[in-house]
């Protein structure tokens, strides 16, 4: 996931009057790969893992480094650098350079090197032989001599980092690029392309708000209704004169802004601001990652992501950043394409939310003989043969030992992992409670599992009786249905027993034990003891120093030591606050202190709570998000692509965000992602 680590927008590093002649330098004699057209629609952002500029085409180059510069250089300043023995001591790269050098340092997490952005994109443009190609091709990691670092840049104005670092700004200033200079419009042309680009935002806004798709089923002109986008665009033309003038009536063909290219374009504006603004939530915080996978409409199996933070402010927050199609795509085992040869991909059989399912077992058994009068009654008074046939298959299921059996267990077990459903899915969650359930969840189920059978039986035998189902002899031999001239050489007790009923339960405890292991409820134990609740009654020092131990990375050996001498102070100061005595969770604890700037006079305690806040205990935020899949992508809308499905779903879900984003915001990034638009 490293395209979600901390992204710094491009900022221009000098301003350079008059570059130096380029006359009677040397021509660049290194050979490259033969060049070809590649698609750069997702570029790597980890600089070790990139390609040489010069490999992509001489037509795809600008557009490459366009995509770079507006991206900004990866900076993971959340990473763990790893240190190095450099000289008879440990040294590692500071992130504190990210800030001191700006948007040109970037850091390699495969190649455990810093990199300069500026340089790897114009350093072969650059015709003057100076300076190494530490910054771009091997990548420096010289930690004992940060100097390096300001020796790079050089002195203006005829320094290789300098020179490439005013490319790269006129590369973005479009005013001064050699393309718009070609193209310099009146005041007239830019207005009408400003109010054409404006409507073709608000309409969508409107769209991407409400979850609505952009096309129709034709756009051709004779259609009677052309797909929600062109439509609302065209029924604003009609309430608004001059939106009528520019668009409806005089619109160059080419520079109508409704497109589907544009309106993909104008998403993707929307989504990448909606992120930028998360980003910038979390600043150089920490934030947890919460992923899950389901199948889309189209049977596409989609991973969504969520992240889990602490805002500035102290509020908790989890914020939708976008949904991936599975890695078969990515790797080329499926390819894509166009026509008959669009994106598709098998579906795999997932692991559903069960907790859904206990009620719909519960209707089935209150409404068993309903539901088989009414199978019966299709079965002989349906009109289509196929229908027909399918209550008679389910009609003979439902009769048989098996049905019952299976339905029972299934209840059995469900209900005991129901309420502990429940809690794991509530937004605050109650840590206390959960470790408690889950203890009792893992009890109750060992214990049906070691005397459950007897009651298990006897709920099949009076169901069996009442709705005159098949009852089987446990003491028979056991017949296998998909074979039955085949001797299984076991009882029906044996099976059902032994290779049903505690082969079930015995997977079932085993999860709950991997999933909740003794160091996780130790875990969540101590976090407990930060709760809040009745004046803190459950503050106990000891296991939040053990708490803090599970986080070796974010405290040093000093920083533990004074940590056990500031809890003391932490929790006089605190219960001694008016303001503190009605807290009752941690949510509401992390706000008041940020608030009474507590948070300033406590910075490890206020360390210790952000981290247990940030703590995953289920991903209920990623299903609520696959719900809004389904209204985004619709039946009659299943070939949306990976990336317009992603941006719909980020201004769908984050509508908080996505309110805040101004058209002017939306108008500055579409105008950087291609330079044959109209200059503004």
Known sequence: MEKYFKKVSYVPEATINDLASKS??????????????????????????????????????????????????????????????????????????????????????SRKSAFCLYCYLFKDEVRKQGGSDAFVKEGFNSWNKPDRLLTHMGKPPNSTHIIAAQMCEDLMNQNQSIVHALFKQDDKVKTEYRIRLNASINASRFLLRQGLPFRGHTEKEEAVNKGNFLELVKYTGEQNDAIRKVILNNAPGNNQMISPVIQKDIVHSFAEEGRQAIL????????????????????????????????????????????????????????????????????????????????????????FSTTIKVLEYIQDEGVEDVKKHQAYGLLKYFHIFDCVFYLHLMLLILGFTANLSLVLQQKDQDILNAVSLVESTKRELQKLRDDGWELLMAKVASFCKIHDAEILIMEEDFVDRRRPRKRTNITNMHHYKVNCFCTVLDLQIQESNDRFTEVTIDLLICMASLSPIYSFHGFDKEKLVRLAKFYPDDFSYGELLSLEQQLEIYIDNIRRGERFKNVENLGDLSCLMVNTRKHIAHPLVYKLLK???????????????????????????????????????VCFIEKELFDSVSNEKVVERFQKMNEHRVVL
């Open 611 to 649: 981290l247990v806040l940030t703590l995953l205990v289920a991903t209920a935020s990623v299903k609520r998000c696959f719900s809004a899949m389904k209204l985004v992508k619709t039946a009659a809308r299943n070939r949306i692509g990976d990336q317009f499905l992603s941006d719909c779903m």
């Open 24 to 109: 009677g330098e040397r021509k660049d004699k290194r050979k490259f790969p033969p060049i070809h057209d590649t698609n750069i629609n997702d570029l790597p952002s980890d600089p070790g893992e990139r390609k040489d500029i010069m490999h992509y085409s001489a037509n795809q180059r600008d557009e490459v480094r366009r995509r770079y510069l507006t991206k900004g250089p990866f900076q993971p300043y959340g990473h763990k650098f790893k240190q190095i023995l450099i000289a008879g001591s440990t040294r590692r790269f500071n992130p504190d350079w990210f800030d001191q050098y700006g948007s040109w340092l970037k850091y390699s997490i």
């Open 280 to 367: 910038e939530e979390i600043g150089h915080g920490v934030f947890g990652l919460l992923v899950d996978e389901s199948a889309d409409v189209s049977h596409k199996e989609q991973m969504g992501v969520v992240l889990r933070f602490v805002d500035k402010r102290g509020a908790i927050k989890e914020r939708f950043i976008g949904v991936f199609h599975k890695k078969r795509i990515s790797s080329g085992d499926v390819k894509t394409g166009t026509r008959q040869n669009q994106e598709r991909s098998l579906s795999r059989p997932e692991n559903t939310h069960w907790g859904s399912h206990h009620k719909t077992l519960l209707r089935l058994e209150e409404l």
